[in-house]
């Protein structure tokens, strides 16, 4: 059964960084567009940021545009998603998404793969 397995989350002071991984298990993501969402309590989900297949791109929510970094691993099966200088804000739980296309979004109704989920938690 396809799926998708977070890791890197955990608790970390103000300013600090994370790095998470999101890869895949009975699939490749080579053809699928990805993206990072997170919930925080209360709160819609919303997305973080996205990468799209070969050639395409990524995007970023405002909300973290020069702090945080996606990327694909150097072996085309993973998602990193480079965390720096950390707010409490940022606290939620982190999903990874995946869908077969080409040009990823940061609307979470677009897409069919979803992980489980890992914890960040931001504070001193």
């Known amino acids: 059964q396809a799926q998708l397995v977070e890791s890197g989350g955990g608790l970390v002071q103000p300013g600090g960084s994370l790095r998470l991984s999101c890869a895949p298990s009975g699939f490749h993501l080579e053809h699928y567009g990805v993206a990072w969402f997170r919930q925080a309590p209360g709160k819609k989900r919303e997305g973080v940021s996205c990468v799209s297949t070969s050639g395409g791109g990524t995007q970023y929510a405002d909300y973290v545009k020069g702090r945080f970094t996606m990327s694909r691993d150097n072996a085309g099966n993973a998602v990193l998603l480079e965390m720096n200088n950390l707010k409490p804000e940022d606290t939620a739980v982190y999903y990874c998404?995946?869908?077969?296309?080409?040009?990823?979004?940061?609307?979470?109704?677009?897409?069919?793969?979803w992980g489980q989920g890992t914890q960040v938690t931001v504070s001193s």
């Open positions: 998404a995946a869908v077969l296309t080409f040009r990823c979004s940061l609307y979470p109704q677009e897409y069919d793969y």
